[in-house]
């Protein structure tokens, strides 16, 4: 198994308070994704990081920030929760090379009260 | 702008039968294309995976056909056994710059015995 860990992996938290998520990889992969898994909408991509300080935006980005400051953390915070963002957050790692897949960690279930 | 699209939320099959999944896109610039799929309460495995330069990829029992003049996919299982119930994605992606990886909303695919 890709050696992708998240942490926490269950949270519930108050509307307004921030959130931080962490992914910790021991594969030294380049790429590094967040994305929110919700009914209906399947996996949609939030950020990606291709590098250290190296991050763009994916298709649902608002209300979400992240950092890379090292290869294996790639850190998502939510800076003022709100309900909408009840959601199962998955962590995803991908090598260079074109034809590689990505894998995914187990996912962190995040409950917005 | 959804760039992956799968149209069909779910699909039932009666196991030893055939099982066809599809998936469309919209970014002509799209070279690299993957299956995964997911159990509950896990995050999504690698399936099998094509190269725009092929029109088919197999892998035991699973095949993922190609039509790039059609901007179309499909994933076909035979024969289809009780295990391969899970919900299933495809994703697609750019092998150029910052490899953005883009899934579809996923089919839930349950095979009745």
């Known amino acids: 198994d890709a050696g992708i860990t998240q942490s926490p992996r269950h949270k519930v938290t108050e509307t307004g308070t921030p959130v931080t998520l962490r992914c910790h990889q021991t594969?030294?992969?380049?790429?590094m994704y967040w994305y929110r898994q919700d009914p209906g909408h399947g996996l949609r991509l939030i950020h990606y990081?291709?590098?250290?300080?190296?991050?763009d935006k994916g298709e649902v980005s608002d209300g979400y920030s992240v950092s890379r400051s090292k290869t294996e953390d790639f850190l998502l915070t939510l800076e003022s929760a709100t309900s909408s963002q009840t959601s199962v957050y998955f962590c995803?790692?991908?090598?260079?090379?074109?034809?590689?897949?990505?894998?995914f960690g187990q996912g962190t279930r995040l409950t917005v009260v | 702008d959804q760039q992956v699209k799968q149209n069909s939320p779910s699909l039932s099959v009666q196991e030893g039968r055939i099982s066809i999944l599809n998936c469309d896109y919209t970014n002509s610039m799209f070279d690299y294309f993957l299956w995964y799929k997911k159990y509950p309460a896990e995050g999504p495995t690698f399936l099998i995976s094509?190269?725009?330069?092929?029109d088919k990829n197999e892998d035991g029992r699973f095949t993922v056909f190609l039509n790039k003049s059609a901007k179309h996919l499909s994933l076909h299982i035979v024969p289809s056994q009780p295990g391969d119930s899970a919900v299933y994605f495809c994703?697609?992606?750019?092998?150029?710059?910052?490899?953005?990886?883009?899934f579809g909303q996923g089919t839930r695919l349950t095979i009745n015995p």
């Open positions: 094509i190269s725009s330069i092929k």
């Open positions: 594969e030294n992969h380049r790429y």
């Open positions: 994703a697609a992606s750019e092998g150029r710059g910052a490899q953005k990886l883009v």
């Open positions: 990081s291709y590098g250290v300080k190296d991050t």
């Open positions: 995803a790692i991908r090598g260079t090379a074109v034809a590689t897949e990505a894998f």
